[in-house]
C-alpha cells in the first residue's frame, strides 16, 4: 500500500514525488474504476432482509479519486453498507496515498488534533482496570497510544496496522511492539497477550466486520477487555450534513453498524458489554470536514496523480480558493465545538464506544 | 409440563376442580416468590443496562396468582419477562393449561385454526415450485399436532413429525396426524434428529423457551444445508400492544422473550441461516380485542371452582358469574370479532402484525 519509506518525522511530499505517482495512477484508470466494484447486493449484510433504501450516492468524498459510490441502509436492522461493495483493487487504489504515502503528511495532522478524544477513551477503562499490555488494532501512526500515555503512564502500547505508519509510530517510540499487517493474518501472534484490545474506527473500513469479531474472539482471552469506536448511523447529525456527513467517508467506509447491531453481535460472540459511551465518543469535526470535502470538490489539489495534468490555471483556482479556505475552517471548526454541547445533549454524537468482556 | 394425565372427566367437572385444590392451595400457601429467578439488570439479548418495565400484570389467562414484569432494553428493544420464572414456576404456571382442566378449551382453539396452519405450510411454495414439497418436516412445539394434521393437504408426500414436551404429540401419532412422535425437550433430543428433516418449525415456541440462542444454535446443527427453518413469534413492536396486559401476545406467565424482527434476523444470520422469507400481514392472527375482552370477563367473573383461587365468592359469586358468560358474553362475542376483522386491513397496511413469520435457508 506504501510508495514512500516511513518517514520518522513528517515530511510534506514534494512536487516530484506527485509527478512520480502518474504513471501508476494512469495504468490503473485506463482499465476503468467499474472494475472495482463487486455485484450490487440486494438483500442486507448483516440481517439478510430484502427492504434496502438507498441512502447516499458519492464521489470520493476524500480525495477525487474518479468513482461512484452508492450507501444503502437496511429498514429492518438500520445496517448502513457500501453497495455495491470494493473488491480488494478497488480498496488499495482508493486507500493508496491517503493514509502513507502523498497523502500521509495531511492525515497524520489531523490524527495529531484529537488528544482530548484519545484521552476519554483511555478513561473509558480506567473504572474496570488498569492494563499492563494494550493493543490498538487499526493504530495508523499510534497518536492514540502516544496520548493515551498520559493518562496510563504504565501501559505498554502495541500497534497493528496494514499501512507502514506502524513503523513510524514505532520509530517515534510512540509503539512499543508493532505488526504490520492484516489482523486475521496476525491471530497467533497476538492471541491472549493484550488486557486491553482497542479498535477505534477499525471496523467501518472491514469487508466483513462480524468476521473481524471471530477473530478478535479469539485474541481477547477470557476476562479481558475489547474497546470498540465506530460511527452512529442512526445519529441525527446523518440528518444534518447529507451526503458530507463526514462518517460516510466514502469510498472507505464499508460498514456503518448501529449500537444495537453491535452489541447484539459482541454476545452473540461471548463478550459482555460493560459500558456504552455515546457523547463522550462525539467527534466535532462534520462542519470542518464538510468545508474541507466542498473545498476539495471545487478545487482539488492540482497535483493529485489521479486528476489530469495540472494546467496553470488549475493552479490559479487553487490559490483564489485557498485565499477564504483558511479562514472558513477556522470558523467551521469553532461552529462544530460550539454545537458538540447541543448535538450531545440532543442525540448523543456521531460515533459510539462499546467496552466489552470476554465472559470467563 | 406436568406428568399427569392430559385427560380429564368431562361430565364430572366439579371433582376435577376439587381434586387439583390441595396441592395448588398447599403450593401458593408456600409462598409463589421461589417461582422466579433473581431479578436481571442487564439485557439478556444485548446485555446493555437500559432496561425499563413496559408492563406489569397478573395471570391473564388463568387467573393464578402472581405478579409478571416485562422489561424493554432501550437499546436493542428486546422484551423479556423480569423476573424470570424458574422451572418450578414455569412448572406451576403452565399446569392445566394444555393439559388437565385446560385442555379441552385449547384443543378447541387449535381445532379450528385449519386456515392457519395452511397458510404457514405455503409459505414454503416457492421454493417448491415443483409441488414435490420437502421429504421430511419437524414441527417443534407440536402441541396436538394440529398443524400436522393440517398441513398434508398443503404436502401430501410431506412425512411430518411432531416434537413437544406434552404428551399430546404421542396422542397425536396415534390419530396419524403425526409420522414420528418427539417427546420432551428440543436440546436433549436434538443429537439423534440431526440431518434426518429437510425443513424445521417453531410456531409460537421460541417466546416461551428459556434461551432463544440456543434453541437457534441447535436448529442450525440439526438442519442439513439448503435445510430451511420457518419460525413464527409474536411481534412486539406491534402497536396493538396498547391493549397492555389485555393483549393477547404478551400472554403472561408464558411468554418469556420477544425478539424483534431485526434481532431473531441477525441471530439467524450469525448461524448461517439466511432468511428467505419475511411475512408479516400474512401471519397476522385477528384475535386480540376478543382475546383481550375474553381476558377481561375472566377477570370480572373468574370461574368459582378454579383450584388455585384462594377467596371464594359464595352463591352470589356463582349467579354473578352465570350471568357474566350466559349473558353479556354470547352477545359480546360477534361484536369483538368484527372490531378484529375490521382492523385487520388497517394493520396489515401499517405493518403492526401482532406475529411475524420468517423462513431460513442453511447455506
Known sequence: MTTLEPNPTPVAPSDEDFAAARPWYAAQMAAGVERFLEPRLDTCPWCGSDKLRHRVTTGDLLQRKPGTFHMDECRVCKHVFQNPRLNIDGLNFYYRDFYDGLGGYITEQIFAAHTEVYHSRARMVTPFLTPRHWLDVGTGYGHFCKDAKTVLPDTVFDGLDMGSGVEDGQQRGWLTNIYRGQLPDLVDEVAGKYDVVSMHHYLEHVRDPRAELDVVARIVAPGKYLLIEVPDPTSFTAKMYGKLWTPYYQPQHQHLIPCRNLLQALAERGFTPVRVQRKEAHLPVDLTCAVLSTVSRISPDPRYPWLPEPTAADFRRQARVWKVTPKLLKWAWYADQWMAPLIKAFDGGNAYRVLARRNV | ?363
Open chain 2, 1 to 363: 409440563m406436568t406428568e399427569q394425565a392430559g385427560t380429564i372427566d368431562p361430565n364430572n367437572l366439579d371433582e376435577e376442580f376439587a381434586s387439583r385444590r390441595p396441592r395448588y392451595q398447599e403450593q401458593i400457601a408456600r409462598g409463589i416468590d421461589r417461582f422466579f429467578d433473581p431479578r436481571r439488570t442487564t439485557c439478556p439479548w444485548c446485555s446493555s443496562p437500559n432496561l425499563t418495565t413496559i408492563l406489569r400484570t397478573g395471570d391473564r389467562n388463568q387467573r393464578k396468582p402472581g405478579i409478571f414484569k416485562l422489561d424493554r432494553c432501550r437499546t436493542c428493544r428486546h422484551v423479556f419477562q423480569n423476573p424470570m420464572l424458574n422451572p418450578e414456576g414455569l412448572d406451576f404456571y403452565y399446569r392445566d393449561f394444555y393439559d388437565g382442566l385446560g385442555r379441552a378449551m385449547i384443543e378447541a382453539v387449535f381445532d379450528t385454526r385449519t386456515d392457519i396452519y395452511q397458510t404457514r405450510a405455503r409459505q414454503l411454495a416457492p421454493f417448491f415450485a415443483d409441488g414435490s414439497g420437502p421429504k421430511s418436516w419437524l414441527d417443534i412445539g407440536a402441541g396436538f399436532g394440529h398443524f400436522c394434521r393440517d398441513a398434508r393437504t398443503v404436502w401430501p408426500d410431506t412425512t411430518f413429525d411432531g416434537l413437544d414436551m406434552g404428551l399430546g404429540v404421542v396422542e397425536a401419532a396415534a390419530k396419524g396426524w403425526v409420522d414420528t412422535a418427539h417427546r420432551g425437550w428440543f436440546p436433549d433430543l436434538a443429537e439423534e434428529l440431526t440431518g434426518r428433516y429437510d425443513v424445521i418449525s417453531m410456531f409460537h415456541y421460541l417466546e416461551h423457551v428459556l434461551d432463544i440462542r440456543t434453541e437457534l444454535d441447535l436448529a442450525a446443527s440439526v438442519l442439513p444445508s439448503g435445510g430451511l427453518l420457518q419460525i413464527e413469534v409474536p411481534n412486539p413492536e406491534s402497536r396493538l400492544r396498547v391493549l397492555r396486559g389485555w393483549w393477547v401476545q404478551w400472554f403472561q406467565p408464558q411468554h418469556l422473550h420477544f425478539a424483534p424482527l431485526p434481532n431473531l434476523l441477525a441471530a439467524l444470520q450469525e448461524r448461517g441461516l439466511r432468511p428467505v422469507s419475511v411475512q408479516f400481514a400474512e401471519s397476522h392472527i385477528p384475535v386480540d380485542i376478543t382475546c383481550a375482552s375474553l381476558s377481561m370477563l375472566g377477570c370480572l367473573s373468574p370461574e368459582p371452582r378454579l383450584p388455585w383461587r384462594t377467596v371464594s365468592r359464595g352463591r352470589l359469586g356463582d349467579a354473578w358469574h352465570k350471568a357474566v358468560w350466559w349473558k353479556v358474553y354470547p352477545k359480546l362475542l360477534p361484536l369483538t370479532i368484527k372490531a378484529d376483522a375490521a382492523l385487520a386491513p388497517l394493520v396489515h397496511r401499517t405493518g403492526d402484525a401482532n406475529l411475524y413469520r420468517v423462513l431460513a435457508r442453511k447455506d
